[in-house]
């Protein structure tokens, strides 16, 4: 009979697994002994940025993710990016240490008395499992969970005596594909596009998760739909260079309306109806018009304010309507990029990268106020092409940039503001250690600028703690081994780029932003 451990590496490795993300400690010893030639550790110096990691990897290798966190100490470090990749819809397989079962009873040191509790509710599941023998089976449900649309992480709490304990070896399942719409649900899609004058499609992170790019493009262009992206979108929606395209919805009510009001039937896939981030009055959307959802989420459709849910695979769904809907041409409006005069912005910056950026570079983006230059200036142009984070925290985008550039092959751009990197700068030590492709590029303004900016919408000029003058992202660059450099003028920011992309391993550049 195998040991717990041998079981659970015939487990990782049925399911595409050849990595471990972690940061080890005491109650997890036992698991990392004699792991299989060609199994990596990938080491993280705070579990927010292991996390990160393995969520960046998940979403860009289509592959799960496997994590190892200390206890509740490293589960607590890192409950920020969990609940991320639960946003993310990230397929992230997390084990917790937990002390000796025979122990137990007696509080011991590094004891989770409530393992389960702690992650929940941003895990599809958890679990400590009664017996040691229970362990392979665990594991197999966690990555069925995981996978399971609409994916995410699961967390399963393990003993540290049981991974020498024998057990039987358990059977090990396939996944079956995702479940298809209801093809009544989407012949009444099809019938709201074909009956309208000036349909849009709405596009959001699901759509990305199920590998719909081709199928939205395909719609689209049979339609003859403009096609809009959804708030706050976490992956690409749509090529952004596109005549169809016509450009990003706010996260205001009202102003999400008025872009809306040209269109007279509208097709939201893969994201809620909607996201929002002040309160609003009226309707959802212009109220002239139809609305259906198409989503593999049930609580995107639970929730709709009104309008048609279809629930299931999006890719599928699209696919379908492509086929069925009757051809028209566009008639809408294009979104137009702008060209900033040169300076020390975030537009100009953004700019001079979208021009020189290595071809099939994937942007990981999490600097807030830079966004909307970015949007008006660093089109999104490839399936696979776009990373952010999905929940509205900090901390995510720099270790998940170095996730991404370990589940594919290509040039990683991480944009960061000064404020996010420094939630998880420890990342930079694992992008050397790794030689992760990655350019990262700081947007510094030296200070929590997206807050300021914010701060209108509550009457407010002045928002303590919010300047972060002083910080020097060289030397904090240089003290992890990446090597780095700093630009304080528009003459500076082309040489520094073209550097920075001509190498294989990590860079940084602090753009001083004025």
């Known amino acids: 009979m195998p040991t717990v451990r041998e079981a659970a590496h015939r487990i990782f490795a049925h399911f595409g697994v050849d990595r471990l993300f972690g940061n080890p400690g005491s109650t997890e010893l036992p698991m990392l002994k004699g792991m299989p030639e060609g199994f990596r550790y990938v080491l993280g110096l705070n579990e927010a940025v292991v996390v990160g990691m393995a969520d960046g990897f998940a979403r860009s290798s289509g592959l799960p993710a496997l994590v190892n966190l200390h206890s509740s100490a490293g589960t607590g470090h890192s409950l920020g990016n969990l609940f991320t990749a639960f946003r993310n819809n990230a397929p992230i397989v997390v084990t917790a240490g937990q002390q000796a079962r025979s122990i137990l009873p007696h509080d011991p040191f590094l004891y989770a008395e ?235 910056v953004l700019k001079r990268i979208a021009a020189l950026r290595p071809e099939g570079a994937v942007v990981v983006e999490e600097a807030p106020t830079a966004r909307g230059p970015e949007h008006d200036t660093l089109p999104i142009l490839r399936e696979g092409g776009f990373y952010t984070c999905a929940s509205g925290g900090l901390g995510y985008s720099l270790p998940g940039a170095v996730g991404v550039a370990l589940g594919q092959d290509d040039k990683v751009i991480a944009i960061l503001g000064d404020g996010s990197a420094m939630y998880t700068i420890q990342g930079l030590f694992s992008a050397r250690d790794e030689v992760a492709n990655v350019s990262f590029l700081i947007m510094n303004n030296s200070a929590y600028a997206a807050l300021t900016g914010f701060s209108a919408e509550f009457g407010m000029n002045f928002v303590p703690g919010c300047d972060l003058a002083g910080i020097d992202f060289v030397q904090i660059a240089e003290g992890l081994g990446v090597t780095a450099r700093r630009v304080d003028t528009p003459d500076g920011i082309d040489e520094a780029l073209e550097w920075s992309f001509e190498q294989s391993g990590p860079t940084l550049v602090d753009f001083r932003i004025a």
Request: hydrophobic residues 45%; glycine residues 8%; contains cysteine.
């Open 114 to 348: 409530r393992a389960t509790e702690f992650p929940r509710p941003y895990v599809k599941w958890a679990l400590e499992p009664m017996r040691a023998e229970d362990v392979p089976h665990a594991l197999i449900r966690g990555f069925i969970t995981a996978l399971t649309p609409p994916m995410g992480p699961v967390f399963i709490s393990i003993p540290v005596d049981d991974w020498e304990r024998e057990c039987e070896m358990p059977a090990l399942p396939m996944l079956a594909p995702a479940p298809v719409p209801a093809p009544e649900g989407l012949a009444r899609i099809a019938a709201m596009l074909d009956n309208a004058t000036s349909p849009a499609l709405v596009i959001g992170t699901g759509t990305a998760n199920c590998g719909g790019w081709q199928a939205a493009i395909d719609l689209a262009e049979k339609s003859g739909a403009s096609v809009w992206a959804a708030p706050y979108a976490a992956r690409e929606t749509f090529p952004e260079d596109h005549p169809q395209f016509a450009g990003f919805l706010p996260a205001w009510r009202d102003q999400l309306r008025a872009l809306l009001a040209p269109h007279d039937a509208i097709l939201v896939c893969g994201a809620p109806v909607f996201t929002y981030h002040v309160e609003g009055t009226g309707p959802h959307w212009p109220e002239h018009a139809t609305l259906a959802a198409l989503s593999e989420e049930p609580q995107h459709i639970a929730s709709l304010p009104g309008g048609l849910g279809v629930l299931g695979d999006i890719r599928a769904g699209l696919e379908t309507l492509a086929e069925t809907v009757k051809p028209r041409a566009f008639a809408g409006t294009t979104h137009r990029l702008i060209d900033p005069p040169a300076g020390m912005t975030a537009a100009y």
